[in-house]
Every structure is written in structure tokens, then in C-alpha cells.
């Protein structure tokens, strides 16, 4: 019996993934300090949302904002985007999203944020910009950054890829 035989049908959870405990992907950390130079930004973060308890979890962060940090997605200006799968640009979060943790507790008053997608092309996590400073985001910015999140999101799938392999070898050796 070969591979072709073989059907893996499985949902890569976020553990599975390494996206919440362990140190940054590396690629998402190199990505996350590329985007953060060529924005321009005060930083750049890739949050993860994790369902099991309803927060969003700091993976990988270019600058003034602290990894391994949880928020409470509920308190976030990032549901619209989950549930859109757009880029969300928010040039003034003081007015928006005045009560949303990336206003009071980031201190952060622009936001530009790209979802990044998991293996079944569902929202795991947000590529976000920060600027302290109210800021409107430009079209030539909002590509970039969702191209960025569009490198984060393939190196979510390679690493799916791999586990999936395995476990058709494993399989395959029984």
C-alpha cells in the first residue's frame, strides 16, 4: 500500500502547529522583523487566536510589544477580520476601537492587520502593524503586509505538510 492509498483526513490544532507554547517559528519571527522595517512601523506582531480560551497569544513581535502576552480576544479590534478574512485598517484606534487592548493597553493608535490562515484556510492568527501615532495605512502598505502574512501562512502549511507525511509513513510502516 503507497502514499496514494493512504488519506490523512485531520485538523492541525494550534499546539500541533508549535504556534502556542514553544519559541516563534523562525520563518514567522524573520518575516515579522521584515514587515516591521519595510512598514516602518512602531511594530509589528503575529497574534494567534486561540479558541480553547478565548484569547489572542503574542507569537512573534517586532518591537515594544512583549511575546508570549495574552489578550482577550473579546477586548480585541481583530474579530472583524477573523470573521471577514480582510485586511483591517484602522488609521485611528483612539476613535474606533477606543476600549480595544491594542488602544488602551498596546498604546498603539493605528492598526493594520492581515489574517494569516492555517492549513484548512480557516483564520488562526492576524500579521498586525502598529503605529503610536494615528496613521491611514496606504494601499502600497496594506499589499505588503498581506504578503508578509501570506509568507507566515505558508510556513504554517509546510510545517502541516510535514506532519501530515509523517503520519502517512507511520501509517504505511504498520
Known amino acids: 500500500m503507497g502514499f496514494a492509498h493512504t488519506r490523512v483526513k485531520r485538523r492541525y490544532d494550534l499546539t500541533e502547529l508549535g504556534l502556542l507554547e514553544g519559541p516563534p517559528l523562525k520563518a514567522s519571527k524573520i518575516v ?20 480553547t480560551c478565548g484569547e489572542i497569544l503574542v507569537h512573534a513581535a517586532a518591537h515594544q510589544i512583549k511575546l508570549g502576552n495574552r489578550y482577550p480576544i473579546y477586548t480585541s479590534a481583530l474579530p472583524e477580520l477573523r470573521e471577514d478574512l480582510v485586511t483591517v485598517n484602522v488609521p485611528n484606534l483612539k476613535i474606533s476601537y477606543a476600549d480595544s487592548i491594542e488602544a488602551k493597553v498596546l498604546k498603539m493608535a493605528a492598526m493594520l492587520a492581515a489574517p494569516v490562515l492555517g492549513p484548512d484556510m480557516s483564520p488562526i492568527g492576524a500579521l498586525v502593524a502598529f503605529d503610536r501615532n494615528a496613521r491611514d495605512w496606504t494601499e502600497q502598505e496594506r499589499e505588503r503586509l498581506e504578503n508578509f502574512a501570506y509568507l507566515v501562512t505558508q510556513e504554517i502549511i509546510l510545517r502541516a505538510s510535514f506532519a501530515t507525511i509523517e503520519i502517512m509513513s507511520a501509517n504505511t510502516n504498520h
Open 32 to 51: 515579522t522583523e521584515a514587515a516591521w522595517e519595510s512598514l516602518k512601523s512602531t511594530s509589528v506582531v503575529f497574534f494567534v487566536f486561540d479558541d
